[in-house]
């Protein structure tokens, strides 16, 4: 079996990205003006818009105005409400997207398999241009927007075909608990989790990791592909 036959699938947020919704709790609460973090995060969370915007089932402008009429200001223009969104990308994690480029130029097949929207996927490319980078057209780049479904629904992961073995990285282990079932090699990044991230909240997860491979560090994650491959 050749290297090109091994797909190792990167989640995105708290794998390849740092999320931040904490500060974008704190940001979207400023501008309401009434609301403190907490109470802004509560109302976010216990509506469906959050999965709804990742799965493709609104548009920008629909999740935009949503937040405006969320904030209560009105006046907020899409470009503000587009600037208060990316508080939620903190930064890029270095070393996990060296990593990703280190397995391409050995051979490997590099894919991207997240929970995210269009407008992620734009301004994500843009903010940090190797992040989403697969170096092979080939190579699959899986969202949840363009599936309709998001993890850790099996359609998402039925979209993954072709390969002899799949490694799959990912930061909830509630997703890395499907990609099981598919008979996957699976590892359980825990070294950049955001608890305030909103589908986290609003999915309502267990972190039980019992019985899971984990990694805790970017070096740690290098340890433990290893292990893999």
Known sequence: MSNK?????????GVLLQLDFGR?????????G???AEEFKEQYTKTD????????????EQHFEYLRKLIGREELTMEEL????????????????????ELHEKGYTVGIFSNASQLDEELISKRYPELLE????KAPKIFSYRT??????????????GYKKTIYIDDRAQYIRTGLTFGWKCILYTGHRDPNEASRIAQRESEDA???TTANSPQELRNKLSLFL
């Open 5 to 13: 036959d091994t797909l190792i699938l990167f989640d995105v947020g």
């Open 24 to 32: 974008f709790n704190s940001e979207a609460a400023k501008l309401s």
């Open 34 to 36: 009434t609301m403190t």
């Open 49 to 60: 818009f959050e999965m709804l915007r990742l799965t493709g089932k609104i548009s920008p």
């Open 82 to 101: 587009k600037e208060l969104y990316t508080c939620i990308y903190k930064a890029q994690i270095d070393e996990n997207v060296q990593l990703k480029k």
């Open 134 to 137: 697969t170096y092979d057209k």
């Open 148 to 161: 309709g479904k998001p993890k850790p629904e099996p359609e998402m992961y039925k979209q993954v075909k």
């Open 210 to 212: 019992k019985g899971l």
